[in-house]
């Protein structure tokens, strides 16, 4: 898969998302723009209301990553996927030896359907945070996704 996600520089509030993949049955894609100020976002042509300081997937990601972090504080932030409004939360529950460990989950916030997952995130403290491992815990199974390397 492939992921484009375009953000205002200030805010890291979504402006622009793309999503592509490639399997041999098909390829998908799909993309959202953004229109903050009149807080609406467009679909295959069509638009429906978002609420202040929305985030597509990966900007909500980054947006956390570009949170302050103290231990016990959750951090909590709207993600959109298709239309559905996602609530992002995360907490870091430990800081040792330079490196935060976070809980979380997203779920769907309106609570209408079990869509969602929880995760734990290990990340590198600093001027730039890295992500060091992301274990997922979905409806598939656990999901691992460890940092390789870093430019």
């Known amino acids: 898969m492939i992921v484009n996600s375009t953000v205002n520089k200030d805010n890291k509030v979504s402006l622009r998302y793309k999503e ?9 894609s799909k993309e959202i723009i953004f229109d903050p100020v009149a ?15 929305v985030y597509d997937p990966l900007a909500a990601f980054l947006k956390l990553l570009d949170s302050e972090f103290r231990v016990g504080e959750t951090i909590v932030l709207d993600s ?6 996602y609530e992002f939360k995360a907490t870091p529950v430990e800081f040792e030896n ?4 976070l809980n979380g989950e997203v779920f769907r916030k309106d609570r209408s359907s079990k869509n969602g997952a929880s995760f734990t995130m290990w990340v590198k403290d600093g001027e730039v945070r890295m992500p060091l491992l992301i274990k997922v815990i979905s409806a598939a199974g656990p999901i691992y996704v460890r940092l390789k390397e870093a430019k």
């Open 39 to 53: 807080k609406v976002a467009e679909r295959e042509g069509v638009k429906f209301k978002i609420p202040d300081s």
């Open 20 to 28: 592509f993949s490639h399997t041999p049955e098909e390829d998908k």
């Open 98 to 101: 330079g490196i935060y460990k």
């Open 80 to 85: 959109l996927s298709k239309e559905e409004i």
